[in-house]
C-alpha cells in the first residue's frame, strides 16, 4: 500500500503567517487530496485532485504538488484555521492517509 | 442536501458484535459507494472498506477482512458494518463516508464504539 507522510506533525502559526503542510507519497499518485478535521469533528473535505477546494473552502488554501510530494497552503493563517489536516491518496487500493498535520494558533 | 446519519455510540463486552449504522439522505443511494473508516483516539485514518449500495459487492481491507463486514438495506438508504469479535483494539471512531471519485466528499458524523466489560 501507499504510505504517505505528511510534516511536520504539530506546528503554531500566527494570524497572517503564511503556512504550508507537506505530504510525501511512497509512490506515484495522479492527485493528492486533503480534509481539515476540528476538534470532536467529523473529517472535512477540504482540497480534492490536488489542487481544487471544496465548497466553502477560503480562497486563502492552495494545493499543488504532483508524483510524490504534494502541499497544501494557507497563504494568510486564520483563527479558523487551526485543525488537522490530513493527505489521502485514492490513485491505488487501499485508498491510505496521511497521520496528520496538526496545526495550532500561535 | 447530502446527509450520512450515523447511529448512537455503542458500549460493548470484549468478544462481542456491534452494528453500526449509516442511513443516506440528499441523493441517489445506490449512485455512490459507500465506505467506512476508523479513527482510533488521537490517531489518523484507517479504511475499512466499501460496498456498492446497487449490487451489494465489497471490498475490505486486508486488515479488516475478518473483523467487518458490510451490508446495505437499499429501501430505506441505509448501510450497516458489523464488527465482530470485540477486543479494546476495536475501541474508536467510525465514519461512513460516500465516494466521489478518488476521494471522500460527505461524512457522517462518526459513531464511538467503547469496548470494556
Known amino acids: 500500500e501507499i504510505v504517505l507522510t505528511q510534516s511536520p506533525t504539530t506546528m503554531a502559526a500566527s494570524p497572517g503567517e503564511k503556512v504550508t503542510l507537506t505530504c510525501r507519497a511512497s509512490s506515484s499518485v495522479s492527485y493528492m487530496h486533503w480534509y481539515q478535521q476540528r476538534s470532536g469533528a467529523s473529517p472535512k473535505l477540504w482540497i480534492y485532485?490536488?489542487?481544487k477546494l471544496a465548497s466553502g473552502v477560503p480562497n486563502r488554501f492552495s494545493g499543488s504538488g504532483s508524483g510524490t510530494s504534494y502541499s497544501l497552503t494557507i497563504n494568510s493563517m486564520e483563527t479558523e484555521d487551526a485543525a488537522t489536516y490530513y493527505c489521502?491518496?485514492?490513485?491505488?487500493?487501499?485508498?491510505?492517509f496521511g497521520a496528520g498535520t496538526k496545526l495550532e494558533l500561535k | 442536501q447530502v446527509n450520512l446519519l450515523q447511529s448512537r455510540a455503542a458500549l460493548v463486552k470484549p468478544g462481542a458484535s456491534v452494528k453500526l449504522s449509516c442511513k443516506a439522505s440528499?441523493?441517489?443511494?445506490?449512485?455512490?459507494?459507500i465506505h467506512w473508516v476508523k479513527q482510533s483516539h488521537g490517531k489518523s485514518l484507517e479504511w475499512i472498506g466499501y460496498?456498492?449500495?446497487?449490487?451489494?459487492?465489497?471490498n475490505y481491507n486486508e486488515k479488516f477482512k475478518s473483523k467487518a463486514t458490510l451490508t446495505v438495506d437499499k429501501s430505506t438508504n441505509t448501510a450497516y458494518m458489523e464488527l465482530s469479535r470485540l477486543t479494546s483494539e476495536d475501541s474508536a471512531t467510525y465514519y461512513c463516508?460516500?465516494?466521489?471519485?478518488?476521494?471522500?466528499?460527505?461524512w457522517g458524523q462518526g459513531v464511538m464504539v467503547t469496548v470494556s466489560s
Open positions: 485532485e490536488t489542487s
Open positions: 440528499g441523493y441517489t443511494f445506490t449512485d455512490y459507494y
Open positions: 463516508t460516500r465516494r466521489r471519485g478518488p476521494f471522500f466528499d460527505y
Open positions: 460496498i456498492n449500495p446497487n449490487s451489494g459487492y465489497t
Open positions: 489521502q491518496q485514492g490513485s491505488s487500493y487501499p485508498p491510505t
